[in-house]
């Protein structure tokens, strides 16, 4: 386990009141790929995913705290054993520590789950490791805190010949309490978790695969001392797939699952919405069809408090939104251009209800030019409000993978952005709830610091703006150079020993932080 304080580059702009800042984080010069994104009662953005930090060390989790204002306030690296790393989600908890959990691979143990806890200054507290049967594959997928403290980590489990749903239960001090499996036919691979505090129970939702190697939408039911309470299978025939991307467990005990199936005349997957009651029985279900498209998805969903659902995938080159009520009656549908191809998987679309009352989806678009981040906001009434897009890599690759909204209704998102040597950062890119539109800010605007390293003198290849600042400062936080006079172009000769520094430049448009290795 590392603590990081230096990053490889990071760019923060600031336009105005309705402000846009992007945060390229790439600490080993390689590629970081982006997992997830949440954010605490304080307005601290926490973004995780997993990074190449070498040969021997290959992946490595990834955490990163940021302040509201993009600040870099700490960053944590995770290394079991020198394998492959790999970040699936991240909790805040009632206490504001972070919850981590992802996948671990070593050689012995073939895929375990890695479950961790920080504490907000970014102190690993706790560690606990989930091996499953005969030391075969386990993955991380979910997780969630109950009402008591406790948590519960979702997964798939390899078990012999078949794979299995999976659920952990840990104390608040990650003491481990038990762990149930729930596996039909060949094996069930689990997508989605929910929890209900008022039932105090767990659904889990992805599907089952059968001899025929085609799915069957599969959901099952656990109390909190890991009892099964029921469990269901369905899809429309026998010869026809369905799988179940995205799970909500009401108070009653009944269960809303969105996702896709194949069609049976058209063989085209549509999207699918049902409902079951709290035995396991199909209560209703709802199908939006392909039609002209080649495709439906239903990927992420969101209920309100009168028990109304909203869901979002995408369809073709659209994303796809719908409202409905808890007795299965659309009450609207919107379509959105921007998705260009055929996914399945349910980190790019997704849907959030926001403090001030409305609807954010994510999206990606594209475009003869590349692909790039979209987030759309609907009013609860299926109004569109406005669209806003990212697209500043220099290779025009800018994919959205998860996104969180704070107290004041801004929106956070993580997203996969690929610079011009071909490797992929982690950006964090923040969008106000306004609907005033945002420039575009191009990487290409804001170019780097060279050369880096240096034997001490730096060239400042930037658009200076309005009170130009540049600041160096030690690994421990001391300032150890200032400079005011800047001009672009300009050879700066810092006097500095070799080692590692923060550079750090800033003018009333923009801020620009590059870690300065110093060799002479």
């Not at 600040?71 to 972070?98: A, F, M, P, S």
């Not at 075969?136 to 012999?160: C, E, H, P, W």
């Not at 029985?281 to 969101?302: L, Q, R």
């Not at 594209?366 to 009434?381: A, N």
Request: proline fraction near 2%; charge should be negative.
């Amino acid at each position: 386990m590392k603590k990081i304080f230096l990053v490889a580059f990071s760019v923060f702009v600031f336009i105005g009141t309705y402000a846009q800042w992007p945060a390229l984080i790439n600490p080993y010069s390689s590629s970081t790929y982006s997992s997830f994104i949440c954010s605490d009662n304080s307005g601290n953005i926490y973004s995780a995913g997993y990074t190449f930090a070498s040969v021997g060390e290959k992946y490595n989790f990834i955490l990163v705290k940021q302040n509201s204002d993009g600040e870099i306030l700490w960053t944590q690296t995770y290394d079991r054993n020198g394998e492959e790393d790999k970040i699936e989600k991240i909790l805040i908890d009632t206490d504001e520590n972070i919850i981590v959990i992802g996948t671990s691979f070593s050689v012995q143990n073939k895929e375990d789950i890695v479950c961790l806890k920080y504490n907000p200054s970014g102190e690993l507290l706790n560690t606990y490791i989930y091996n499953g049967s005969a030391n075969l594959t386990d993955k991380a997928i979910d997780v969630v805190q109950d009402k008591f403290g406790n948590y519960y980590i979702n997964g798939t489990s390899r078990i012999v010949s078949q794979r299995a749903f999976v659920l952990i239960k840990l104390d608040i001090d990650f003491n481990y309490q038990w762990s149930k499996i729930h596996t039909l036919y060949y094996g069930a691979d689990s997508k989605k978790m929910s929890y209900n505090p008022i039932n105090n129970s767990i659904a889990i939702v992805g599907y089952h695969t059968d001899w025929e190697n085609l799915y069957l939408l599969g959901l099952a039911v656990f109390d909190s001392e890991g009892e099964k309470l029921w469990h269901s299978s369905y899809r429309m025939t026998d010869d026809r797939s369905a799988v179940g991307t995205f799970v909500h467990l009401n108070n009653d005990g009944s269960v809303i699952v969105c996702g896709y199936e194949r069609n049976i005349e058209s063989n085209k997957m549509d999207a699918l919405l049902m409902k079951f009651n709290s035995s396991g029985e199909i209560e209703w279900k709802d199908i939006i069809e392909a039609g002209n498209n080649t495709f439906k998805f239903f990927k992420s969903m969101v209920t309100d408090d009168y028990g109304n659902i909203y869901v979002t995938g995408d369809s073709d080159n659209k994303v796809i939104t719908a409202k409905y009520n808890q007795e299965g009656t659309q009450l609207w549908l919107k379509e959105h251009n921007g998705n260009g191809s055929s996914s399945t998987e349910d980190a790019k679309e997704s849907i959030q209800l926001t403090p001030d009352g409305s609807l954010l989806v994510l999206g990606r678009n594209f475009s003869d030019s590349g692909t790039s981040t979209m987030v759309i906001k609907y009013s609860t009434d299926g109004e569109h409000l406005w669209s806003k897009y990212f697209s500043e890599s220099p290779t025009q690759m800018d994919e959205p993978i998860s996104f969180t909204t704070d107290q004041n209704s801004y929106s956070y998102v993580l997203v996969n952005s690929r610079n011009e040597n071909s490797y992929i950062g982690m950006a964090v890119v923040r969008f106000s709830p306004y609907s005033q539109h945002i420039a575009d800010n191009s990487f290409s605007n804001f170019s780097y610091i060279y050369p880096n390293p240096t034997s001490g003198s730096i060239n400042i290849n930037l658009n200076i703006g309005i009170n130009p600042k540049l600041e160096i400062y030690s690994s421990s936080g001391q300032k150890l150079f200032q400079t005011f006079n800047i001009t672009e172009g300009e050879t700066i000769n810092t006097n500095l020993h070799n080692g590692i520094y923060l550079m750090k430049y800033s003018d009333d448009e923009k801020r620009v932080s590059s870690r300065l290795i110093i060799q002479k």
